[in-house]
């Protein structure tokens, strides 16, 4: 299943349409390159201020926070004209860090970090623009974004966005959202099997299923009376009832064959 999730992460990246960061809105601590031409040509590079103002030769501060790159590049040309300091400049700005539209991606990565947010991804285009989820790493992604001062948690199931489910789950990114990738859920398995110990527990398995993968059953095992132990809502152990071979595990179960005395 990990290997079909590697894939399905693999292919939103690929058909992502990606954009410039020229695409992004500028935004405090980016550093800019700016040219102009017909001038020195010589570019200037500076840093957009938490006002949202770069400083441009020969006009000073200018206010370009939450424009695009063109947007940016066609104001300071107007500025340039009206001003009279030429009849047809040709201004480049070109962003060559971007500090403003990031977001963390971190957990069960095999890249985890900041990441710059490019328009119209989705948390599996920024996942697996993170190298993908490790061998480790589970189902489910927690997207964490600040919602008008407070901090809201969005649930995202990476296997059943790969078996159909609703595209509109994988959430658009926004910058300075948070990305989880949480660790596989496991099961526990002891007593008369070949390898005893904790498993990952991927979605459906059951209990056959969990004893092979915990070696099989040794001489002395026995599928009777085999015995499965959950946490309630409180968190404590109980046993359950009325289990077979086709009963699904659920995380932190706990399994035990018994031992045969035929």
């Given at each position: 299943?990990?290997?079909?999730?590697?894939?399905?992460?693999?292919?939103?990246?690929?058909?992502?349409?990606?954009?410039s960061?020229?695409?992004?809105?500028?935004?405090p601590g980016?550093?800019?390159?700016?040219?102009?031409?017909?001038?020195?040509?010589?570019?200037?590079?500076?840093?957009?201020?938490?006002s949202?103002?770069?400083?441009?030769?020969?006009?000073g501060?200018?206010?370009?926070?939450?424009?695009?790159?063109?947007?940016?590049?066609?104001?300071?040309?107007?500025?340039?004209?009206d001003?009279?300091?030429?009849?047809?400049?040709?201004?480049?700005?070109?962003?060559?860090?971007?500090?403003?539209?990031?977001?963390?991606?971190?957990?069960?990565?095999?890249?985890p970090?900041r990441?710059v947010?490019?328009?119209?991804?989705?948390?599996t285009?920024?996942?697996?623009?993170?190298?993908?989820?490790?061998?480790?790493?589970?189902?489910?992604?927690?997207?964490?974004?600040?919602?008008?001062?407070?901090?809201?948690?969005?649930?995202?199931?990476?296997?059943?966005?790969?078996?159909?489910?609703?595209?509109?789950?994988?959430?658009?990114?926004?910058?300075d959202?948070?990305?989880?990738v949480?660790?596989?859920?496991?099961?526990?398995?002891?007593g008369?099997?070949?390898?005893?110990?904790?498993?990952?527990?991927?979605?459906?398995?059951?209990?056959?299923?969990?004893v092979?993968l915990?070696?099989?059953?040794?001489?002395k095992g026995?599928?009777?009376?085999?015995?499965?132990?959950?946490?309630?809502?409180?968190g404590?152990?109980?046993?359950?009832?009325?289990?077979?071979?086709?009963t699904?595990?659920?995380?932190?179960?706990?399994?035990?064959?018994?031992?045969?005395?035929?």
């Amino acid at each position: 299943m990990q290997k079909i999730l590697f894939l399905f992460l693999a292919l939103f990246l690929f058909v992502a349409k990606a954009a410039s960061a020229g695409d992004l809105p500028l935004g405090p601590g980016d550093i800019v390159r700016i040219t102009i031409y017909g001038d020195t040509n010589q570019p200037t590079d500076t840093r957009i201020t938490d006002s949202g103002d770069v400083t441009v030769p020969m006009i000073g501060p200018v206010q370009v926070g939450g424009l695009s790159t063109p947007e940016a590049e066609r104001k300071v040309a107007q500025l340039l004209r009206d001003k009279g300091y030429m009849k047809d400049p040709q201004v480049n700005i070109l962003v060559t860090t971007v500090n403003s539209q990031l977001v963390s991606v971190i957990g069960q990565v095999n890249k985890p970090g900041r990441i710059v947010l490019d328009n119209g991804r989705t948390v599996t285009d920024m996942v697996a623009s993170a190298g993908g989820v490790t061998p480790d790493g589970g189902d489910m992604v927690t997207l964490i974004r600040n919602e008008n001062g407070s901090s809201v948690k969005y649930q995202i199931d990476l296997y059943e966005l790969s078996h159909g489910g609703d595209p509109q789950k994988n959430l658009r990114v926004k910058k300075d959202d948070v990305i989880i990738v949480e660790r596989a859920s496991r099961f526990f398995i002891y007593g008369e099997v070949q390898h005893p110990g904790a498993f990952r527990l991927d979605r459906g398995t059951n209990v056959l299923q969990a004893v092979a993968l915990g070696g099989g059953l040794t001489d002395k095992g026995t599928m009777r009376g085999l015995e499965i132990k959950r946490k309630d809502a409180d968190g404590k152990l109980q046993k359950i009832k009325d289990i077979n071979e086709e009963t699904v595990l659920l995380p932190d179960d706990i399994v035990y064959v018994k031992e045969s005395w035929f």
